[in-house]
Each structure stands twice: as C-alpha cells, then as structure tokens.
C-alpha cells in the first residue's frame, strides 16, 4: 500500500500561488513549512489492480448477476446449436466419438464423427453409428449385409447387419436378446459422412476420469465470472 502525501493550504490564495511558483523554478518537492503555510497530511491509499482470481466480494451484485448470465448465456447457446444441428440432421446425437479400437484403420479410438441420418437408404459399405436396445453407448461399424427394404407401405421394413473392421465376427452377439439385425429407422442413430482425427479424445478422458469434469466445468465458470470485461 502507498502512502501519498498532498497539500491543502488554508492561507491567502497568493501565498499558495507563491509555493507553487517556487517549485517550478526549484527541486521536485518543496518544503511548505518554509513558506509559513500550513500543510496538513492527507493519506490516499491505493489498492493492487484485482486479478481474475480475486475476491467474490470485490464483485459488486450487479456485476456478479451479469457474469452469472453471461455464463448461462454461453451454455444455452452451445445447448442450441446442438439441437439445431440435431434437426439438420435428423439424428439424436449428430456427433460421436469413436471409444474403441474395433474400426481400425478406417478410425481410430478418439476420432470425431459426422453423422447423417436424412434418408433411410443404407446401403452395404456404410458405416453406421447405432444404439443397442438396453444400452447407452452408441457403437460405430460397418454394414456388410441388408435385407428388406423399398419403396411402399407394404415393403418390409430396412434391416442390417453390421460388423467392426478390427473385429473377426459379425455384431450379432453385441445386439439386444432375440434380435439377429439392426431396423435402420429405429436402431441406427445416422450414417458416418465426415470426420476429424483424434479431436474427440478429450471425450474419452472425461468419460475415465470424472472428475476431470468438475474440474474444466469449474475452471469455465470462473473464467467467465471473474472476467472483467
């Protein structure tokens, strides 16, 4: 903290126009006692420029309120364009991240996947992302057989049969009980149409370690909130 010292003078106003008249032709600092002027001694106290990190209590309310919405305001637009995308695509999850190694080489444990799921025509070759009946995690493989299918009311419905690239069998074991294929409009969340190498690994880091989570939702709320911007 530092300590400033200031005059107020409560003399005759020519006598303090002479003291400051004096310190122009001298030295930085004048003496006021050497004009007879009465001085007194006034702290000023400066406080450190506040870091991101500080206090809560240096915040004001108001300030404090609109850091919570911007905060809010940051997940409900993510929240947002996920669902947007969700209806451009007609598929539930539009993006996936591939969590095993049973696709190699076509894609490796961490990769990025693009889904699209308008259009119902799934041909053999595909690789398709689906959900096992019973099961949360959706599974990434590839279609090696079809049957059923066409146009009409009467046509049987699309089913498939799918098997990992990595993997010696097909994917009849993976799926629910007493189901042999896959109904492509019920089971299969969209077909792969793009991807980014690697991008999604820090899904597979937040799904092993959990408390990662906490950590980066944490490390993003402070951050906006302490934001003075």
């Known amino acids: 903290m530092l300590e400033i010292i200031t005059t107020r003078c409560d003399k005759q106003r020519y006598l303090y126009r002479s003291v400051l008249s004096a310190k122009a032709h001298s030295s930085q600092y004048i003496n006021c006692a050497s004009f007879h002027i009465d001085c007194p001694r006034r702290k000023i106290q400066t406080h450190n420029s506040p870091t991101m990190f500080g206090s809560l209590s240096s915040l004001q309310p108001r300030q404090l309120a609109t850091q ?3 905060f809010a305001l940051v997940l409900s637009t993510a929240f947002m364009l996920w669902k947007g995308l969700s209806v451009a695509t007609d598929s539930a999850s539009p993006i996936v991240v591939v969590l095993s190694g049973s696709m190699e080489p076509a894609f490796q444990r961490g990769d990025l996947l693009f889904l699209w799921n308008r259009g119902l025509d799934t041909k053999v070759g595909e690789v398709v992302v689906y959900n096992v009946r019973g099961k949360d995690i959706p599974i990434v493989h590839r279609v090696v057989r ?12 699309l089913q498939l049969l799918t098997k990992g690239d990595n993997n010696a069998a097909d994917d009849t074991e993976l799926y629910a009980r007493g189901q042999d294929f896959l109904n492509r409009a019920t089971d299969v969340v969209g077909s ?19 408390w990662l989570k906490t950590v980066m939702l944490a490390f993003m709320g402070l951050t906006v909130v302490f934001q003075r911007e």
């Open 68 to 70: 919570v919405l911007n």
């Open 146 to 157: 079809r049957f059923g299918g066409g146009e009409g009311i009467n046509a049987p419905p």
């Open 192 to 210: 792969v149409v793009g991807y980014i190498p690697f991008v999604g690994y820090v899904t597979i880091l937040l799904a092993e370690y959990p």
